[in-house]
C-alpha cells in the first residue's frame, strides 16, 4: 500500500504548493500595482 | 472592450467542492474500493491517475482553442492569450503528477520506475513541450509579438496529445489501455471501481478549475503590472529626453 499512499500524497502536496505559490503571487503582485488597478 | 474576472464566490465554490470531493475520493479510493485480482491494491491509483492525465489533456486543450481565438483577427483578444499561459501552467503542473504518479504505479506492477514505452515517451514529450511553452512566454518581446508566436508554438505543441492517447493502440506498449469503453459494453468497470474514478475525477476537476481560475486572475494582474511597468519605464525615458535639451 506504501506505493498507493505515496501516489495519493504526492497529488495532493503538489496541487496545495502550487495553489500556495500562485496565492502567494498574486498577493504580491497586488501589493505591487496601485489600488486601481488591482 | 470588456475584461471579464471570474467572481469571487465561483472561487469559493470550487474549492470547496474540490475539498469535499477529495476527501470522499480518497476516502472510497483508499479504504473503500477493494483491491482487483490482475494489480490488487495498486489498481486505488485509478482515482487519481487518469483524471489526472486527462486534465492535462483539457489544460492544454483549453491553451490551443484560446491560441486559436487568439490568432483569429475577428476574436482577438488579450485575455486569450493571458487564458492560453494560464491554463499551460495548470496542464503542466497536472502533466507532471502523471508521470509522477503513473511511475509510481508502475514500479510495483512494470517492476521498473520508467521505461521508453511509447505511451510515457510522447507523454514526456508533451510535458517537455509545454514546458518550452512557458519558457517562451517569458521571453521579452511585445504582448502581440509575444502572444502571437506564443499561440503558434501551443499549436504545434498540442499535436502530441492524440499521439499520447492513441499509443496504447498504434504500438505494442506495456501501458495498458483504457479500462473503459462506452462503445465496448465488455470494456467496463465495477461499480466500485466506477465510483472511484469518478470521485477522483469531479474532485480533481474541481481542483483543475480552482487552479485555472486563480492562475488566470495572477496573469491578468501580470499583464497589468507589465503594462505599468513599461508606462513607467516609458515616463522615464521622456523625463531624460527633457533634461537633454534642456526643457
Known amino acids: 500500500m506504501n506505493y498507493v499512499y505515496a501516489g495519493y500524497g504526492v497529488t495532493f502536496v503538489v496541487l496545495a504548493l502550487y495553489a500556495l505559490r500562485v496565492l502567494a503571487r498574486g498577493r504580491a503582485l497586488r501589493r505591487a500595482l496601485p489600488p486601481d488597478e488591482r | 472592450m470588456t475584461s471579464f474576472t471570474p467572481p469571487r464566490w465561483l472561487t469559493t465554490a470550487l474549492f470547496l467542492g474540490a475539498v469535499a470531493f477529495g476527501v470522499a475520493a480518497a476516502v472510497d479510493g483508499l479504504w473503500v474500493m477493494g483491491p482487483t485480482a490482475e494489480q490488487g491494491d495498486y489498481s486505488r491509483l485509478l482515482v487519481v491517475h487518469p483524471p489526472v492525465a486527462t486534465l492535462a489533456y483539457a489544460g492544454f486543450g483549453i491553451t490551443a482553442l484560446a491560441s486559436i481565438l487568439y490568432l483569429v483577427p475577428r476574436t482577438r483578444r488579450r485575455e486569450w492569450d493571458l487564458l492560453a499561459g494560464a491554463s499551460a501552467e495548470v496542464g503542466v503542473v497536472f502533466c507532471g503528477l502523471t508521470l509522477i ?59 502530441d496529445i492524440p499521439i499520447v492517447h492513441y499509443a496504447t493502440s498504434w504500438w505494442q506498449t506495456l501501458h495498458q489501455g483504457s479500462s473503459i469503453d462506452l462503445l465496448q459494453p465488455d470494456k467496463h468497470l465495477d461499480t466500485a471501481h466506477n465510483v472511484g474514478l469518478a470521485l477522483g475525477f469531479i474532485s480533481l476537476s474541481l481542483a483543475f478549475a480552482w487552479l485555472l481560475v486563480l492562475r488566470y486572475r495572477v496573469e491578468k494582474l501580470e499583464a497589468r503590472y507589465e503594462d505599468q511597468a513599461l508606462t513607467v519605464a516609458l515616463e522615464a525615458r521622456h523625463a531624460e529626453g527633457r533634461v537633454e535639451v534642456g526643457v
Not at chain 2, 510515457?120 to 512566454?137: H, N, S
Request: hydrophobic share 60%; glycine share 6%.
Open chain 2, 101 to 159: 504518479t503513473g511511475s509510481i504505479w508502475g514500479r510495483p506492477v512494470w517492476g521498473v520506475w520508467w521505461t521508453w514505452d511509447a505511451r510515457l515517451t510522447a507523454e514526456a514529450l508533451l510535458f517537455a513541450l509545454f514546458l518550452g511553452y512557458l519558457a517562451l512566454r517569458r521571453v521579452p518581446a511585445s504582448p502581440h509579438v509575444r502572444a502571437r508566436r506564443c499561440a503558434i508554438a501551443a499549436l504545434i505543441a498540442v499535436l
